[in-house]
């Protein structure tokens, strides 16, 4: 099995900053692309922002030029500047993680942190 586990949300005012942070543990042999999604009261789960293993980064447009997301073995971040209230949603760590050689990948989410742009 594997665990992964958002931290870094908060209250942040308009044009304020957040890193997210999300750590991967337990059966793990590799990830492929790792992504932050997010979803907003009465909206669908979005994505954020992605970046693979080899480090070809998408975002979405929406968050271009705001948000940065990076990478290392087992864990993603995403850093968030001049946050606007309509960032604010609950953000999800998702990994694409591979428990052996000989298995494909499998998705694995975490339960989420809260991002709230508020003054």
């Known amino acids: 099995q594997v665990q992964l586990v958002e931290s870094g949300g908060g209250l942040v005012q308009p044009g304020g900053s957040l890193r997210l942070s999300c750590a991967a543990s337990g059966s793990i042999f590799s990830i492929n692309t790792m992504a932050w999604y997010r979803q907003a009261p009465g909206k669908l789960r979005e994505l954020v922002a992605a970046?693979?293993?080899?480090?070809i980064r998408n975002y979405a447009d929406s968050v271009k030029g705001r948000f940065t997301i990076s990478r290392d073995n087992v864990a993603v971040y995403l850093q968030m500047i001049s946050l606007k209230p309509e960032d604010t949603a609950v953000y999800y760590c998702?990994?694409?993680?591979?428990?052996?050689?000989?298995?494909?990948?499998?998705?694995?989410w975490g339960r989420g942190t809260q991002v709230t742009v508020s003054s």
């Open positions: 998702n990994a694409e993680v591979r428990s052996s050689a000989f298995r494909g990948s499998i998705d694995y």
């Open positions: 970046v693979t293993s080899g480090g």
